[in-house]
């Protein structure tokens, strides 16, 4: 590799680190607003390494966290917009079952921020979702506007707006190095290049990115077990490609809660995973030992027996995806306090693909220096104590 000094140097408005869902949206903000903006990502893509990758996710009205709840109707709004820029469809409406104890704190929040929403009957919630059976205590949550986003299909379509509005994306770069000041010094495996602000969304790269700016942000990363499912009998429409989703909460034999999506990426195999996952070095990833324990395949095929019983009670297929939990679940979206030039947008915990317009929204705000949309005070690092350090 040819010396540091000897690689090709610029400088931009604006450079992310991370095109992930966050990172990119953050980059085509950014883009919209004019500003010569660079989005680097360490791999080449498209691929599978981070936590965006997959055909389906999850976008819903209802949440616990009213902090969330309100951020949605713009999120709806602004997938919407790009769908139209984009002129293709990243949304399949299906509508979504929140499943639980009657009762249940989370599911009573969650039945508020959809205005006292409908809680479905069990003749009613056989009838839209044959599939599911529910148990005595339990009760249905009915989101009409929930349903899937395409995901591989909406990362490419964003990155691609970023583009079109004047952007640079370049991947197969590896950040090697941050040089804080007014000017901001990046190094990559393949270049050297300086902004006046820099947003760091690298998934679960994040904490070893900012450690030598000295901030130890409390992220675990987590491999998570993305199962499908055979259906026992593949022409019965339970589960099938209509079918809402489902999400569980409360629930004792799942305290992380269970998600579904009904059968659109692999034909007759429908999507249920476990909502949390095993600790694991994201370089190392794929170096679990073959038949090393998965404790969370054991929980769905119990779930599955008792709630699903049209399928068969052992995946047909296993991917893996990550997971950046911080030790509430809710994300970090703050400057750094040592540096307010640098951003940083991490810890987004298994559930903020759905968010991700609003997110990068957020993040080219602080950017600029202009007050956020809404209040950040859910999201700040200073809820973490002890997380400053001497640099290294």
Same mark, same amino acid.
């Given at each position: 590799m040819a010396a540091l000094s000897q690689l090709i140097q610029a400088a931009y408005d604006a450079i992310v680190i991370g095109a992930g869902i966050q990172g990119s949206f953050t980059a085509y903000h950014l883009a919209q607003r004019h500003r010569n903006t660079l989005l680097l990502e360490q791999f080449i893509l498209p691929h599978s390494r981070g936590s965006s990758h997959g055909q389906s996710r999850i976008i819903r009205s209802t949440y616990a966290q009213a902090a969330y709840a309100r951020m949605m109707p713009e999120s709806f709004r602004l997938w919407q917009q790009l769908e139209t820029e984009a002129s293709t469809s990243l949304y399949r409406q299906t509508g979504l079952v929140v499943l639980g104890p009657a009762g249940d704190p989370e599911l009573e929040n969650c039945r508020r921020s959809l205005d006292d929403g409908e809680i479905l009957d069990p003749?009613?919630?056989? $009838?839209? @979702?044959?599939?599911?059976?529910?148990?005595?205590?339990?009760?249905?949550?009915?989101?009409?506007?929930?349903?899937?986003?395409? %995901?591989?299909?909406?990362?490419?379509?964003?990155?691609?707006? @970023?583009?079109?509005?004047?952007?640079?994306? $370049?991947?197969?770069?590896?950040?090697?190095?941050?040089?804080?000041g007014t000017m901001v010094t990046v190094t990559t495996s393949a270049g050297v290049y300086q902004t006046p602000r820099l947003i760091i969304a690298a998934g679960a790269w994040t904490g070893a990115l900012v450690a030598p700016l000295g901030l130890r942000l409390p992220l675990q990363p987590l491999r998570i077990d993305v199962c499908y499912w055979r259906k026992k009998d593949p022409g019965s429409p339970d589960m099938g490609r209509d079918s809402p989703c489902f999400i569980t909460t409360g629930l004792s034999q799942a305290p992380h809660s269970v998600y579904g999506l009904p059968a659109l990426e692999y034909p007759g195999l429908v999507k249920v995973c476990y909502h949390y996952g095993s600790p694991i070095d994201p370089e190392e990833r794929d170096r679990a030992p073959p038949g090393a324990p998965r404790p969370s395949i054991a929980l769905l095929s119990r779930f599955i027996s008792s709630y699903l019983p049209g399928l068969e009670t052992e995946p047909a297929v296993v991917e893996t995806c990550l997971y950046t939990n911080t030790p509430d679940e809710d994300f970090i979206l703050d400057r750094?306090? $040592?540096?307010?030039?640098?951003?940083?947008? %991490?810890? @987004?915990?298994?559930?903020?693909?759905?968010? %991700?317009?609003?997110?990068?929204?957020?993040l080219c705000e602080l950017s600029l220096g202009e007050e956020p949309s809404y209040s950040m005070a859910p999201f700040a690092i200073a809820r973490f104590p002890n997380v400053l350090q001497a640099a290294v």
């Open positions: 003749t009613t919630l056989a $009838q839209r @979702f044959p599939g599911l059976r529910t148990h005595t205590g339990e009760v249905a949550l009915w989101d009409g506007t929930g349903g899937v986003l395409f %995901a591989d299909r909406a990362l490419r379509a964003v990155q691609d707006a @970023f583009c079109r509005h004047g952007g640079t994306l $370049q991947d197969g770069e590896k950040v090697l190095r941050i040089e804080p750094l306090p $040592q540096y307010s030039n640098i951003i940083v947008g %991490a810890g @987004f915990s298994g559930h903020g693909f759905k968010l %991700a317009p609003v997110v990068g929204k957020l």
